[in-house]
């Protein structure tokens, strides 16, 4: 390619966006881990300055006209997917006005703020005010990427997470499942206290010390593949995965009385971390290059955590190995079974973080469906209490009524302008479980390979059918292309029904 043409000018502006997005994303994940609480207000600033430097650069007239005469030049299949999806993320980002943005940072800030305060008062009626200003400007924002994208504008708004999906190809999706779900959870409930009436759920043998829960899970994350050369994992408030592709930052916490709470984390995110280190480091400085949206890269780390981290192969496997790290007291007088009954449980209740694998997906219905109703005008914000305590009691069988801070005001998602992204938790979990049907069709001795410790094949087939193709599809697409068809709840069900009933 011609030093002077566009791509190549595009691929230069790329390589300073990255290096942008370096700094940007080291300098976050110091200020969770090691800053200390007086740099705040500084590191506000710089992280500010970068983001706006990174937004006047990736949004600056030129780019639109590089991408425009790109498109015309003489380019190979891969070269012209990256002008496509670069094209797509210029229009994302320049379709909202400079006026627009700092509206809604203004709105956003001040009732993000009013519900971290009123949320612990159970105060709705203080709060409303601004939550029905926040609606009101996410309706305008969908409306603006609605009229740029030419989708409906609950599409346009879930396009920022998961490009491509559609809630007319998931609300008949996520129907079925939850009609699935409303009969199988209380037959896995009643079950579960059968079978504990018989065999009562035996306590963890704590303490486990800190340091020795740390070699468990840097054990485990090296034995399932992560690179720590281009990686580490350290302690914060709230576990994440961040950093860049050749620098991925993992965090935990820990507590001495359940070392489980954090190694079940420390697989999460490492499933997370590993679709990152995976990706093709040559496109790096290409929109193209980066992970695939908020439900693919949550299917990786639900791939790790639920199909494998808490699965009996995996437990086979790992007992041993959490006795000779956290020593053999901690799982004296144990066997497998009592390890999964402290995994598999299941059980119903009004917070959707604390939910188990087969109640989280009705927790995420109910707000798909309450915030698609606010972003068309179907529901109003202050019908969102008696919306949510139906939808509450019709699916969970639990009641929110004037209790609005285990209800809608349980997340920080709305309050903050989030809309769109909630069906990427459940989607997520649904894909994950879609590609391991898909990898042990490929791969039928997968179950085998996880009861003997060994990742590697399974790694690989996610590299090839996932990590590799990065942005190159749009989610369905690289779904289809993955599993040889469209998104399928029968796989999660199978899978819910195989652990849980079987």
């Given at each position: 390619m011609a030093p002077n043409s566009a791509f190549?000018?595009?691929?230069?502006?790329?390589?300073?966006?990255?290096?942008?997005?370096?700094?940007?994303?080291m300098l976050s994940v110091d200020e969770a881990v090691m800053m200390p609480s007086g740099g705040g207000e500084k590191r506000a600033d710089a992280m500010s300055m970068l983001a706006g430097m990174y937004h006047e650069m990736a949004t600056a007239p030129e780019v639109g006209d590089w991408l425009a005469a790109a498109a015309e030049e003489p380019l190979d299949d891969m070269q012209q997917a990256a002008i496509r999806e670069?094209?797509?993320?210029?229009?994302?980002?320049?379709?909202?006005?400079?006026?627009?943005?700092?509206?809604?940072?203004?709105?956003?800030?001040?009732?993000?703020?009013?519900?971290?305060?009123?949320?612990?008062?159970?105060?709705?009626?203080?709060?409303?005010?601004?939550?029905?200003?926040?609606?009101?400007?996410?309706?305008?924002?969908?409306?603006?990427?609605s009229a740029a994208l030419g989708l409906e504008p609950?599409?346009?708004?879930?396009?920022?997470?998961?490009?491509?999906?559609?809630?007319?190809?998931?609300?008949?999706?996520?129907?079925?499942?939850?009609?699935?779900?409303?009969d199988f959870i209380?037959?896995?409930?009643?079950?579960?206290?059968?079978e504990r009436a018989k065999r009562p759920v035996k306590p963890l043998n704590a303490p486990f010390p800190i340091d020795k829960q740390k070699a468990l899970g840097l054990a485990v994350m090296e034995a399932i593949g992560f690179d720590f050369e281009h990686g580490r994992l350290d302690v914060s408030h709230h576990p994440f995965c961040g950093g860049v592709p050749t620098d991925v930052r993992m965090t935990t916490r820990y507590t001495t009385g359940d070392f489980l709470s954090s190694l079940m984390g420390i697989i999460h995110e490492t499933g997370h971390g590993l679709y990152?280190?995976?990706?093709?480091?040559?496109?790096?400085?290409?929109?193209?290059?980066?992970?695939?949206?908020?439900?693919?890269?949550?299917?990786?780390?639900?791939?790790?955590?639920?199909?494998?981290?808490?699965s009996a192969e995996f437990w086979e496997w790992?007992?041993?190995?959490?006795?000779q790290h956290l020593g053999p007291a901690a799982i004296a007088g144990w066997d497998i079974e009592d390890m999964l009954t402290h995994v598999h449980e299941v059980r119903t209740g009004l917070i959707r973080v604390d939910a188990d694998e087969a109640t989280y997906p009705l927790h995420v219905i109910l707000r798909f469906e309450i915030e698609k109703g606010l972003i068309d005008g179907s529901i109003a914000p202050k019908d969102v209490p008696g919306e949510w305590n139906a939808r509450m009691s019709e699916?969970?069988?639990?009641?929110?009524?004037?209790?609005?801070?285990?209800?809608?005001?349980?997340?920080?998602?709305?309050?903050?302008?989030?809309?769109?992204y909630f069906p990427s938790y459940t989607l997520g979990a649904m894909i994950a479980a879609q590609l391991w049907a898909s990898l042990e069709k490929d791969h039928p001795s997968a179950r085998d390979d996880v009861r003997a410790?060994?990742?590697?094949?399974?790694?690989?087939?996610?590299?090839?059918?996932?990590?590799?193709?990065a942005s190159r599809y749009s989610t369905p697409e690289l779904l289809v292309k993955a599993t040889g068809e469209k998104l399928n709840a029968q796989y999660f069900e199978d899978h819910l029904k195989r652990r849980y009933l079987a």
């Open positions: 190549a000018k595009l691929a230069e502006l790329g390589k300073k966006l990255e290096a942008l997005e370096h700094a940007q994303s670069q094209a797509r993320v210029y229009t994302n980002m320049t379709c909202l006005s400079a006026d627009f943005v700092r509206r809604q940072v203004s709105a956003r800030v001040r009732s993000e703020q009013l519900w971290r305060e009123l949320r612990a008062k159970d105060d709705w009626a203080g709060f409303l005010p601004a939550f029905e200003g926040i609606v009101a400007i996410a309706r305008e924002e969908a409306g603006l990427r609950y599409d346009a708004m879930m396009e920022q997470y998961d490009p491509g999906n559609r809630a007319a190809d998931i609300a008949p999706v996520f129907a079925r499942l939850k009609t699935f779900l409303k209380p037959a896995v409930v009643d079950r579960q206290a059968a990152e280190q995976g990706l093709p480091k040559e496109w790096s400085n290409f929109a193209i290059g980066r992970a695939r949206g908020m439900s693919i890269h949550e299917s990786q780390s639900l791939f790790m955590e639920k199909q494998i981290g808490r790992a007992m041993p190995l959490v006795g699916y969970l069988g639990l009641t929110t009524l004037d209790n609005y801070k285990d209800g809608p005001m349980q997340d920080v998602h709305w309050p903050s302008g989030a809309f769109g410790g060994r990742f590697v094949e399974i790694n690989n087939w996610r590299r090839d059918k996932i990590w590799s193709q």
